[in-house]
């Protein structure tokens, strides 16, 4: 099967400053992964790379098995879709995806074949003759797809394809996207600094970081185990609380906030009396009770003063702030009628399994 590309401790620097360094990478054959970090974190860099726009500064590609370091780009084979889709406007839709194709000397009636196919698979059949500003943003967007798989490349690469799309367009494009992937079953390197983006859509997540890679793994991984406080700070909603190991019991750690509260929390990773850590809880794992109910809350808990409600449809999401001064979030259905108000003092417990232990 086509479409397997092994980044080797790609690095890219200009002048003095550092793109992207030691990026390590073994991308499967049919694989969707998604690069994802805040903006300057090397993202469109390694694309343009990886696509041939750009030359590392050192380390190397392979795909399918063929070193394509120094291939040109219109060599590598490799699909490409931006951000700024840049449809050529004095073309009709058929000709914008039939430019891939003329470019690769296709014959003519194979080139009619395949623009009609992929213009079926994005749904446009019926906007062929329509010029680019005839169509709307998402139709657009698709036809910038069309283009991009029309001579099958068994390697794909987007870069933030659908953020300037509002958000209705934005999940159905997703999902049209991951739809075309099942059929295709092409490589697909993504771009985004959406978290949401990148958790419903990859297979696997490379979270970037100043250049360098924090973690790769699949989207669950990224949300239950991060390794670090960085990757549980951006991926998902949390309520982050420091604290010290106070003691080691039974199949986890004793904390102690900096709040001054002692808290239990399950631990798979190993810590010395001492250590900071950081709990990591998510929204839906907190529950709560009014502050006043005092004894009989259960032990693992803190105390917080509400400071801000948002209405979500069905759950409010409610932040609290810590004797210590850090955030938590938590969620209340709205079925529940009576509602915490903002100002409101509360007891926030949870499990113990339920929390995660980091290194500070
Ligand atoms: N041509 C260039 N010359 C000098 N520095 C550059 C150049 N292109 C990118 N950089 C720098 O390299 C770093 C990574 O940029 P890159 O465009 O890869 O980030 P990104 O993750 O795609 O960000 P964004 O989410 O904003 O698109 C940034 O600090 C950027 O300023
Ligand atoms: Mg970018």
């Given at each position: 099967?086509?479409?397997?590309?092994?980044?080797?401790?790609?690095?890219?620097?200009?002048?003095?400053?550092?793109?992207?360094?030691?990026?390590?990478?073994?991308?499967?054959?049919?694989?969707?992964?998604?690069?994802?970090?805040?903006?300057?974190?090397?993202?469109?860099?390694?694309?343009?790379?990886?696509?041939?726009?750009?030359?590392?500064?050192?380390?190397?590609?392979?795909?399918?098995g063929?070193?394509?370091?120094?291939?040109?780009?219109?060599?590598?084979?490799?699909?490409?879709?931006?951000?700024?889709?840049?449809?050529?406007?004095?073309?009709?839709?058929?000709?914008?995806?039939?430019?891939?194709?003329?470019?690769?000397?296709?014959?003519?009636?194979?080139?009619?074949?395949?623009?009609?196919?992929?213009?079926?698979?994005?749904e446009?059949?019926?906007?062929?003759?329509?010029?680019?500003t005839?169509?709307?943003?998402?139709?657009?967007?698709?036809?910038?797809?069309?283009?991009?798989?029309?001579?099958?490349?068994?390697?794909?690469?987007?870069?933030?394809?659908?953020?300037?799309?509002d958000?209705?367009?934005?999940?159905s494009?997703?999902?049209?996207?991951?739809?075309?992937?099942?059929?295709?079953?092409?490589?697909?390197?993504?771009?985004?600094?959406?978290?949401?983006?990148?958790?419903?859509?990859?297979?696997?997540?490379?979270?970037?970081?100043?250049?360098?890679?924090?973690?790769v793994?699949t989207?669950?991984?990224?949300?239950?185990?991060?390794?670090?406080?960085?990757v549980?700070?951006?991926?998902?909603?949390?309520?982050?609380?420091?604290?010290?190991?106070?003691?080691?019991?039974?199949?986890?750690?004793?904390?102690?906030?900096?709040?001054?509260?002692?808290?239990?929390?399950?631990?798979?990773?190993?810590?010395?009396?001492?250590?900071?850590?950081?709990?990591?809880?998510?929204?839906?794992?907190?529950?709560?009770?009014?502050?006043?109910?005092?004894?009989q809350?259960?032990?693992?808990?803190?105390?917080?003063?509400?400071?801000?409600?948002?209405?979500?449809?069905?759950?409010?999401?409610?932040?609290?702030?810590?004797?210590?001064?850090?955030?938590?979030?938590?969620?209340?259905?709205?079925?529940?009628?009576?509602?915490?108000?903002?100002?409101?003092?509360?007891?926030?417990?949870?499990?113990?399994s339920?929390?995660?232990?980091?290194?500070?």
């Open positions: 099967m086509k479409g397997s590309l092994e980044i080797r401790r790609l690095a890219k620097s200009y002048h003095s400053a550092v793109a992207v360094r030691e990026f390590d990478l073994h991308v499967q054959p049919g694989e969707f992964v998604t690069l994802l970090g805040s903006s300057g974190s090397g993202k469109t860099t390694t694309l343009l790379m990886v696509a041939g726009f750009e030359e590392p500064t050192s380390g190397n590609l392979i795909l399918d063929r070193d394509i370091t120094r291939v040109p780009p219109n060599k590598r084979g490799i699909g490409m879709m931006f951000q700024h889709y840049s449809l050529f406007p004095h073309m009709t839709v058929e000709q914008n995806v039939a430019y891939p194709l003329k470019l690769r000397k296709v014959p003519k009636a194979e080139i009619r074949d395949r623009v009609r196919d992929a213009l079926a698979l994005v446009l059949a019926d906007y062929a003759s329509r010029y680019p005839e169509l709307s943003g998402g139709q657009q967007q698709r036809v910038a797809l069309a283009r991009a798989i029309v001579f099958r490349p068994g390697l794909l690469l987007m870069d933030e394809p659908l953020s300037a799309l958000r209705g367009l934005r999940k494009m997703q999902s049209e996207i991951r739809r075309i992937h099942r059929n295709l079953k092409t490589t697909i390197i993504y771009v985004t600094h959406d978290q949401d983006e990148a958790l419903s859509m990859s297979d696997r997540i490379v979270l970037m970081h100043d250049g360098e890679i924090v973690q793994g989207p669950t991984e990224l949300y239950d185990s991060p390794v670090n406080t960085f549980a700070n951006f991926v998902g909603e949390s309520t982050l609380l420091r604290g010290v190991v106070d003691a080691s019991v039974d199949g986890g750690y004793r904390v102690k906030l900096d709040s001054g509260e002692l808290v239990a929390c399950d631990s798979g990773r190993s810590f010395e009396r001492g250590d900071a850590v950081v709990i990591r809880i998510r929204p839906g794992q907190l529950s709560f009770g009014s502050a006043e109910l005092g004894a809350a259960p032990p693992e808990g803190i105390e917080a003063r509400v400071e801000d409600s948002a209405y979500l449809g069905d759950h409010w999401q409610h932040t609290a702030r810590t004797g210590a001064g850090a955030l938590a979030t938590f969620l209340e259905n709205t079925s529940r009628g009576s509602r915490v108000q903002v100002g409101q003092r509360v007891r926030l417990s949870w499990l113990p339920d929390a995660i232990l980091l290194q500070a």
